[in-house]
């Protein structure tokens, strides 16, 4: 594929681990056989979200947590296209929180990435869901009372085909898209990208190691289980990143005739007559 840079400055702080997670995707797409027409992503809004700027691809920077039902309606549209959606921790399990639990019902071929620093940083830093108790900042000057959510559970629990988390390392977002795209259906991919600015005193250091290094099996449901509970989001102890759970299960779009059709024909926008 062609090279997919932009001219758009970015305003990331320096630093950022979103550059990180730009990188990864950036470079695989740009190596892999998937041509640009044939790609749609969708972000959120939030600093996450100005990925859209910095990749040369189409698709929608759409409302703060309708990553999910903007990728379905793209998918239904086009089930052609390989839909990447990009949404920032607040945007995913805020705003955005009933759509996740039915995208991982619905199990539409979307790839999901949830850029998690644990804060709604481009507002300056408030605490989301996944925020640890105790946390402070202007809108919570006592402290955070309310446990976090663990979204690898929720996404277990929903019925999710493919479950993963990440830390923001390029590499690391290689792998996982690369994995994603193999698998066929929907694909949650949390990727823990802290941020220096509002929430610098998170350090998951030397407390992260790799499901692939542990004989993790990542068919087994219960195994997948046990390993989304050793990290809480609230205190740090150990963080197991990689493929917690991969399993197949139908596809939404495969169970209309209508939409199989567009596929089998490979029906797309070129062919849409104006
Ligand atoms: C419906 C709606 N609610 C609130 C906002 C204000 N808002 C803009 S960005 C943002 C924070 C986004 O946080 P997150 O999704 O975690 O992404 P991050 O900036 O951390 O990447 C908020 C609350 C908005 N734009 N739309």
Redesign the pocket.
């Known amino acids: 594929m062609t090279n997919l840079s932009t001219n758009t400055k970015p305003t990331w702080c320096q630093g950022c681990y ?1 550059f990180q997670i730009l990188a990864g995707v950036k470079n695989f797409l740009e190596k892999s056989k998937i041509g640009r027409e044939n790609i749609a992503i969708v972000t ?6 100005k990925i859209f700027d910095y990749i040369n691809l189409n698709g929608i920077n759409t ?3 309708r990553v999910l039902p903007t990728c379905l309606g793209i998918k239904i549209g086009n089930p052609n296209l390989t839909v990447l959606g990009f ?6 399990y805020a ?1 955005g929180m009933e759509h996740l639990i039915h995208a991982a019902r619905y199990n539409s071929d979307i790839k999901y990435f949830v ?1 998690n ?1 644990q ?5 300056v830093g ?1 605490p ?1 869901p996944v925020t640890e108790v105790g946390f402070k900042d202007k809108t919570t000057p006592q402290g955070v009372k309310i446990y976090p959510l663990n979204p690898i559970k929720l996404m277990l629990a929903s019925g999710a085909s493919f479950v993963a988390r990440v830390f923001a390392d390029s590499k690391q977002v290689e792998y996982v898209l690369k994995e994603a795209l193999k698998h066929k259906g929907f694909a949650f991919i949390e990727v823990l990208q802290p ?1 220096l600015i509002f929430h610098p005193d998170i350090s998951y250091g030397n407390k992260v190691y790799s499901l692939d290094k542990v004989g993790h099996d990542k068919s087994n449901f219960g195994q997948a289980w046990k390993r989304a509970q050793e990290f809480d989001y609230n205190t740090v102890k150990k963080i197991p990143l990689g493929i917690f759970y991969q399993t197949q299960k139908p596809i939404f779009e495969e169970q209309f005739p209508q939409l199989m059709n567009l596929k089998k024909n490979k029906i797309g926008w070129k062919d849409v007559k104006r």
């Open positions: 979103n959120g809004i939030g600093c996450h979200a409302l703060h947590g949404a920032g921790d607040g945007d995913a705003e850029h620093n804060v709604f940083a481009l507002t408030q989301t941020c």
